[in-house]
């Protein structure tokens, strides 16, 4: 997702375009050296051969010193730069063109200080209280990029955190950039039946499947999954191929966890009926690839996690959701139910007949949304988001030549939202079972102590040391 084309390919020949239209550039003597270049290739092969040699050098000379030139005009503040706190892109320094405005994007933390620096982008997952850019001039523009779960880092799901932040890219709709759908390609793939697996060859399928699959190697995740699917599979059976719960095994090639987008794989769960799609956290818009991968294949999914999934289903009738308060058995019940009537089950993949996608919703999500997903032909988010905050710098850029007053952006505490984690009451605290099932809770309740130093540190705008954070989160 994240593969960027390199600072080299991208950067140098659009200066080359620039220089060549440029009368006063350096590379005008060279192209007074073309004709002679013809006169020479009547020489002897070896004479154009050492010809050639040095006409390569002088090339890539005049490209260097053009670079220098460039950076000679960012140095000058020509175009504003925009400072990644984070190796995400891994690019040292590329000029980013969005429509009519450029920026500079750069990771390298060195232009910090620099004064044509004007945004600092974040992203969530490695969001360090190490090292901010602090102090914090007025004029600089924080933008945020999380897109992940927020077990990945719990201190920003806190308003003392989010609204340090002027612009936001995040699961939540409610986010400058949202990126709700970002695991869902198109509407083609949803209501592609490409894999489905006609019911009457699943019910035969059902003497040697169970009604249902599991597939999960991210064992007892805050949304505490393990604990549901455990006390379920005392109900109906399940086949569990991940490596949590584990009951059946994958074929040999398919076990690696980079094998879930294979056809093979999806061969495999397109025979099933439903597929247990349970997220790792439960929050809102908090929808990941776990929901979409069923609906694409043909099958139901049973869905716990994010508790406005509704608003994304493609209708109203696509998937068996799972509340919060929902008891295994009663849901074995249900599924039961489906399994051994043809009528029912087929009502939950009627969705995927022609025109049948009924949510206006995610309709309009699909059509409106700038980026693309795995789509060589469309921008991908991060490119996007990048482009968001240069528009936004350049227009305060702009309105202050004009001698307006600069806009101001923040970001909500809604921008990035989730409830402390909660296991399922039918099985009280954590067991020696699962280890893990006991950490979710207190770390987020540190995570909460966490912010508020951050966010005193942030306000006092002076740097800060590991140490006194630690102490200050552990002050009372
Ligand atoms: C970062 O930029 C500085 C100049 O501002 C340069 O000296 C340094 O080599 C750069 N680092 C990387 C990793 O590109
Ligand atoms: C589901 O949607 C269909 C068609 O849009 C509508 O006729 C039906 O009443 C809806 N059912 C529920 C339970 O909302
Ligand atoms: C960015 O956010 C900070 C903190 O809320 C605020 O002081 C500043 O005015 C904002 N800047 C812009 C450009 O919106
Ligand atoms: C804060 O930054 C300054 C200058 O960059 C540095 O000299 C100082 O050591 C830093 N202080 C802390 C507490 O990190």
């Known amino acids: ?13 659009s200066n080359l375009l620039m220089a060549q239209s440029d009368p006063e550039s350096k590379l005008s003597s060279a192209d007074a050296l073309v004709p002679r270049s013809r006169e020479m290739a009547r020489l002897s092969l070896k004479r154009l051969f050492v010809f050639s040699l040095c006409l390569s050098a002088l090339f890539f000379l005049i490209i260097t010193l053009q670079a220098v030139v460039e950076l000679g005009q960012f140095e000058g503040g020509q175009y504003p730069f925009i400072v990644w706190w984070s190796p995400l892109t891994g690019e040292t320094g590329r000029l980013g063109e969005c429509g009519r405005n450029k920026c500079f994007f750069t990771i390298n933390k060195t232009y910090h200080n620099h004064p044509a620096t004007q945004a600092f982008l974040f992203y969530g997952t490695d969001f360090n209280i190490d090292s901010l850019p602090l102090p914090r001039n007025a004029d600089h523009h924080w933008a945020l990029f999380h897109e992940e779960s927020p077990k990945n880092n719990y201190k920003l799901f806190h308003s003392p955190v989010v609204t340090l932040f002027n612009h936001t890219a995040t699961f939540s709709h409610f986010s400058h950039l949202p990126l709700v759908t970002q695991h869902l390609e198109s509407l083609e793939l949803l209501t592609s039946l490409a894999h489905l697996v006609p019911l009457s060859q699943k019910n035969r399928l ?28 005392r109900h109906i059976q399940v086949d569990s191929y991940g490596a949590c719960l584990h009951n059946r095994d994958l074929p040999a090639g398919l076990r690696d966890s980079t094998a879930m ?9 397109a025979r099933y009926k439903f597929v247990l799609a349970f997220e790792n956290a439960v929050c809102d818009d908090y929808v990941t690839e776990k929901l979409w991968r069923p609906l694409k294949l043909g099958v139901v999914p049973v869905y716990y996690g994010a508790p406005n999934v509704r608003a994304w289903l493609p209708s109203n009738r696509s998937a068996v959701v799972v509340g919060p308060d929902e008891a295994p058995e009663r849901l074995a019940r249900l599924l039961r139910r489906l399994d051994e009537n043809d009528d029912e089950y087929e009502a939950y993949l009627e969705w995927k007949r022609p025109g049948r996608v009924t949510n206006q919703r995610l309709l309009a999500e699909m059509q409106s949304r700038k980026w693309g997903v795995q789509d060589p032909m469309r921008e991908n988010y991060i490119d996007v988001f990048e482009c968001m905050v240069c528009d936004r710098v350049w227009e305060n850029l702009n309105r202050r030549k004009e001698g307006l007053t600069p806009k101001t952006w923040r970001a909500e505490a809604s921008h990035l939202r989730c409830p402390p984690p909660r296991t399922f009451a039918f099985s009280a605290g954590p067991t020696g079972r699962a280890t893990l099932r006991g950490i979710w809770g207190p770390s987020y309740r540190q995570s909460e102590k966490e912010a508020r130093a951050l966010r005193l540190f942030a306000d006092r705008n002076k740097n800060f040391t590991v140490g006194q954070f630690w102490k200050e989160v552990f002050a009372d």
Not at 223 to 231: A, L, W
Request: hydrophobic share 35%.
């Open 1 to 13: 997702m994240l593969n960027k084309s390199g600072i080299i390919l991208e950067y140098f020949p």
């Open 206 to 233: 059902r003497r040697t499947l169970a009604p249902l699959a599991y597939v999960q190697s991210d064992c007892d995740p805050p949304s505490d999954r393990d604990t549901f699917v455990r006390e379920l599979m």
């Open 261 to 269: 987008d294979e056809r093979g794989f999806h061969r495999i769960l």
